[in-house]
């Protein structure tokens, strides 16, 4: 049961990933990937391998980045930032029901949750909750409908204003 890491360490860019990083030199349950080697097709086959996979947005931003998304849709555990809770549950994501959120202060208690095989029904539960998620809301044809729900509300404020 192991968990992925990846993207660049980088302390100014990803504090919390060199947090991760620091942990995973300790800790074999943890596998450390930098993902630019790879091509679009050979990532999501990288993170289906993972129990989980560790997700954190740059620092001091704390946006949902697309690994957000790509680790659910692979069927995999999002363990994410705890920074980012604000635009994930815009997205729909729920600490404990669809994805866990985790911090510094979290982090070791969460890791042994999910990396402890006595868990492992309930971290299927959410695993599959987190792609459900992501199948049902966040595909490509689902950003394309909202963009032009966007454009049509923008086509109609600018119909309304030109005959006003």
Known sequence: MKILLSGDINMELYPERVFMRNFYDNNKNIMYHYPRSLNRFE??????????????????LNCVLSKFIE?????SLLVADDKCRYDLEVFGFIDGENCILVNESNFIDKYKFITN???????????KKGKDLVLNNHKTNNRLNELLNIFNKMDDSINLKIKN
């Open 43 to 60: 990532y999501p086959i990288i993170i289906k391998k993972f129990i989980a996979g560790y997700c954190s947005s740059v620092a001091n």
């Open 117 to 127: 095989k006595d868990n492992l029904e309930q971290i299927n539960i959410i695993r």
């Open 71 to 75: 680790i659910p849709a692979c069927g």
